[in-house]
Nanobody, 122 residues
Framework: QVQLVESGGGLVQAGGSLRLSCAAA????????MGWFRQAPGKEREFVAG????????YYADSVKGRFTISRDNAKNTLYLQMNSLKPEDTAVYYC???????????????WGQGTQLTVSS
């Protein structure tokens, strides 16, 4: 089992940058693929970025490709999401999640954090 806690959200102006972190409790973090998802008010939760268990492969939603970077530090049991060139449409609650298999499908992920709010002002 993996417990996940996100942090780093906040209010930022359009064009700005922010880094989210996701701290994992448990000794098996390095065996899980990880993902970031987001949910804006009135919308469904959507995939943002994913990374394989050892960090050898990353993949992104088209809407964030070239602006966001997912990474992980297995020694620190931490997942990151570096977000640059932020836009108002990036405003959402951001969630990290763990899965046994790398995927952009929400249903594949077994463990979820509680989310952290990002608000991008125009």
């Amino acid at each position: 089992q993996v417990q996940l806690v996100e942090s780093g959200g906040g209010l930022v102006q359009a064009g700005g940058s922010l880094r989210l972190s996701c701290a994992a409790a448990g000794r098996t973090f390095s065996s899980y693929a990880m993902g970031w998802f987001r949910q804006a008010p009135g919308k469904e939760r959507e995939f943002v970025a994913g990374i394989t268990s050892r960090g050898l492969r990353t993949y992104y939603a088209d809407s964030v490709k070239g602006r966001f970077t997912i990474s992980r530090d297995n020694a620190k049991n931490t997942l990151y999401l570096q977000m640059n060139s932020l836009k108002p449409e990036d405003t959402a609650v951001y969630y990290c999640a763990a899965s046994r298999a790398a995927s952009d499908q929400l249903s594949v992920y077994d463990y979820w954090g509680q989310g952290t709010q990002l608000t991008v002002s125009s």
